[in-house]
């Protein structure tokens, strides 16, 4: 059975880099055909789509975060990874990694999610 | 603020039907047929309970069901359980690649 773990610092600095590693176990990244993910949710409120990759095509962001994201594959290690600079408290949430989706629009399979805090 | 709108709750006793619903504009919700709803448990990543307005996931019961009106859809759970007791969050495909969440709604069973 796929499953997603999401993995990275829990404490970043403002204005430092978030960066968060998805790793893929029971199926494999690179198969191509889905969507991979990152969703978030800040503390105590509702989710928000930071962006989503098309392995082997495209990779789109949410234009309130695009200047500052970064979504990729490494897929020697089957893993997702974010990237999301400059950061601020305003970015303290739970990151999701999500995937595989046959949609970018609709996020079918989610990790169990990482807390992420912005703070000095 | 979120840019799809949800009531922040809704409410109903077991064996009872509620419906929860999402507005959005014809950006979003009333442009596309590609609403997805998703439930959320206290500490747990979302779950996908419906996909484009009114399919199911294999695997969810059917007493989950969704429909959409103009730029309003709406989330179904009928023969309420206490373990439908969670936050419920619709979304929308937006046009140019994005996606668009609404702020969620906390259903409790009474």
């Known amino acids: 059975q796929l499953q997603l773990q999401e993995s990275g610092p829990g404490l970043v600095k403002p204005s430092e880099t978030l960066s968060l590693t998805c790793t893929v176990s029971?199926?494999?990244?690179?198969?191509?055909?889905?969507?991979w993910g990152w969703i978030r949710q800040p503390p105590g409120k509702g989710l928000e789509w930071i962006g989503s990759?098309?392995?082997?095509?495209?990779?789109i962001y949410n234009p309130s975060l695009k200047s500052r994201v970064t979504i990729s594959v490494d897929t020697s290690k089957n893993q997702l990874s974010l990237r999301l600079s400059s950061v601020t408290a305003a970015d303290t949430a739970v990151y999701y990694c999500?995937?595989?989706?046959?949609?970018?629009?609709?996020?079918?399979?989610w990790g169990q999610g990482t807390t992420v805090t912005v703070s000095s | 603020q979120s840019a799809l709108t949800q009531p922040p709750s809704a409410s109903g006793s077991p064996g009872q039907s509620v419906t929860i619903s999402c507005t959005g504009t014809?950006?979003?919700?009333?442009?596309?047929?590609?609403v997805s709803w998703y439930q959320q448990h206290p500490g747990k990543a979302p779950k996908v309970m419906i996909y484009?307005?009114?399919k199911r996931p294999s695997g969810v019961p059917d007493r989950f069901s969704g429909s959409k009106s103009g730029y309003t859809a709406s989330l179904t759970v009928s023969g309420l359980q206490g373990d439908d007791e969670a936050d419920y969050y619709c979304?929308?495909?937006?046009?140019?690649?994005?996606?668009?969440f609404g702020g969620g709604t906390k259903l409790t069973v009474l």
């Open positions: 999500t995937g595989p989706n046959n949609y970018f629009y609709t996020m079918d399979v």
């Open positions: 029971g199926g494999s990244i690179s198969s191509g055909g889905y969507y």
């Open positions: 990759l098309y392995y082997g095509g495209n990779t």
């Open positions: 014809s950006s979003d919700v009333g442009g596309y047929n590609y």
């Open positions: 484009e307005v009114s």
């Open positions: 979304s929308s495909y937006a046009g140019n690649n994005k996606v668009v």
